[in-house]
């Protein structure tokens, strides 16, 4: 499928050969154990047909071996196991990633997204997150790999913000992919998922053993689902990256907006590092209100906008991040535009701006 575009492959990835009677979709397999013999279907905490169809098609996409997991911190978890003496990851990315880390046996190092990076002499593990979440600031995935590798360390991005068709770091150099699918890869809300990717197969032989002692295994049923929602990722992403455009364009020079950030576009600071790396931009955008009561009282307002906590879905959703402890001020928004007509989405958000 290397030879295909990103809807092609995102319509058809982890699909099995046609035969003349079989449906067109394959249906989730749900099974404890198999019958005996096979290579790699035993028990169902080891693996699974459903599991290996949507991890064939991400790893497709991603250009690597992929391993599913039951949600995207169970995929981080996976990825900071691997650790046996430092860490090095973003002082301003996902909150839960910092807090897990605090927890592991071996020493911690944060740092800004956009640097400067230290020596990561000593360490064995660099997680870095571009774009990072919520702040979407960017870091040189090329430049990051090359210098873990000279300190003998694994790099890993956390690709969640930019999906497997907005950025391939594993072409960039790095060692390993990780990504919280429930949120653009499924896209409609409603599963909890998340995968690994690795350049080599030893390295995903790891991370599918961690995932097998620790059962951090997805659900058949939501695995199959997640597959389903792939199938659209291409088009819904064009269309929340052309509704993010739109509303920054109408944001921009609002007198109640400030902190305007979409790396999409060239007045971005993210936006010269993020061109060159990411194949494609995405729905994902913050601003900040003047408050939180201006928060509240805009989402209030919006007719088409939810308060929700999660990003990349059909539905335009915003999430008041300074609720969950990120250290941004009170009135940060993080907006993850949806899939509605543009007009209308940027009709609504202007009209609870002024409301």
Same mark, same amino acid.
């Given at each position: 499928?290397?030879?295909?575009?990103?809807?092609?492959?995102?319509?058809?990835?982890?699909?099995?050969?046609p035969e003349?009677?079989?449906?067109?979709?394959?249906?989730p397999?749900? $099974?404890?154990?198999f /019958?005996?013999? /096979?290579?790699?279907?035993?028990?169902? &905490? %080891?693996d699974?047909p459903?599991? =290996?169809?949507?991890?064939?098609?991400?790893?497709?996409?991603?250009g690597?071996?992929?391993?599913?997991?039951a949600?995207?911190?169970?995929?981080?978890?996976?990825?900071?196991?691997?650790?046996?003496?430092k860490?090095?990851?973003?002082?301003?990315?996902?909150?839960?990633?910092?807090?897990?880390?605090?927890?592991?046996?071996?020493?911690?190092v944060?740092?800004?997204?956009?640097?400067?990076w230290?020596?990561?002499?000593g360490?064995?593990l660099?997680?870095?997150?571009?774009?990072?979440?919520?702040?979407?600031?960017?870091?040189?995935?090329?430049?990051?790999?090359?210098?873990? /590798?000279?300190?003998?360390a694994?790099l %890993?991005?956390?690709?969640?913000?930019?999906?497997?068709?907005g950025?391939?770091p594993?072409?960039?150099? $790095?060692?390993?992919?990780?990504?919280? !699918?429930? *949120? $653009?890869?499924?896209?409609?809300?409603d599963?909890?998922?998340? #995968?690994?990717?690795? =350049?080599?197969?030893?390295?995903? %032989? =790891?991370?599918r053993?961690? &995932?097998?002692?620790?059962?951090?295994?997805?659900?058949?049923?939501?695995?199959?689902?997640? #597959?389903?929602?792939?199938?659209?990722?291409?088009?819904?992403l064009?269309?929340?990256?052309?509704?993010?455009?739109?509303?920054?364009?109408?944001? =921009?020079? /609002?007198?109640?907006?400030?902190?305007?950030r979409?790396?999409?576009?060239v007045?971005?600071?993210? #936006?010269?590092? +993020?061109? *060159?790396?990411m194949?494609?931009?995405?729905?994902? @955008?913050t601003?900040?209100?003047?408050?939180?009561?201006?928060?509240?009282?805009?989402?209030?307002?919006? *007719?088409?906008?939810t308060?929700a906590?999660? @990003?990349g879905?059909v #539905?335009?959703?915003?999430?008041? &991040?300074?609720?969950?402890?990120?250290?941004?001020?009170?009135?940060?928004?993080?907006?993850s535009?949806?899939?509605? !007509?543009?007009?209308?989405?940027?009709?609504?958000?202007?009209? +609870?701006? !002024?409301?």
């Open positions: 499928m290397t030879d295909y575009g990103d809807g092609t492959r995102c319509v058809h990835g982890g699909l099995a050969e003349p009677g079989n449906p067109l979709l394959a249906s397999v749900f $099974a404890t154990g /019958h005996a013999g /096979h290579e790699s279907y035993g028990y169902g &905490r %080891a699974n459903t599991y =290996r169809a949507l991890e064939s098609a991400i790893g497709s996409l991603d690597g071996e992929c391993v599913v997991f949600s995207g911190m169970a995929a981080i978890a996976a990825v900071l196991g691997l650790a046996s003496a860490v090095v990851l973003p002082s301003d990315g996902y909150y839960l990633t910092r807090s897990l880390a605090a927890e592991l046996p071996v020493a911690v944060e740092v800004p997204t956009t640097g400067p230290p020596s990561f002499a360490a064995d660099v997680l870095v997150e571009t774009p990072s979440n919520p702040g979407l600031d960017v870091c040189d995935i090329t430049v990051l790999a090359a210098a873990a /590798h000279d300190a003998g694994l %890993a991005v956390d690709n969640t913000t930019a999906t497997p068709i950025q391939r594993l072409e960039l150099g $790095a060692d390993i992919v990780v990504c919280s !699918d429930s *949120k $653009a890869l499924s896209g409609h809300s599963v909890l998922l998340g #995968h690994v990717t690795c =350049r080599s197969a030893e390295l995903a %032989a =790891r991370i053993q961690s &995932r097998t002692l620790r059962g951090g295994i997805p659900g058949p049923f939501e695995t199959w689902l997640a #597959h389903r929602g792939l199938s659209t990722l291409d088009l819904r064009a269309r929340q990256a052309q509704n993010a455009g739109a509303l920054y364009s109408a944001l =921009r020079g /609002h007198q109640r907006v400030s902190g305007l979409w790396p999409g576009t007045a971005d600071p993210s #936006h010269v590092i +993020a061109a *060159k790396q194949r494609r931009f995405n729905g994902v @955008f601003f900040i209100l003047e408050s939180r009561d201006a928060v509240e009282r805009f989402l209030a307002a919006s *007719k088409l906008v308060a906590t999660s @990003f879905g #539905h335009s959703t915003a999430d008041r &991040r300074a609720q969950w402890g990120d250290p941004v001020p009170d009135g940060f928004v993080r907006f535009a949806g899939c509605e !007509d543009t007009d209308d989405l940027v009709a609504d958000v202007l009209a +609870a701006l !002024d409301a």
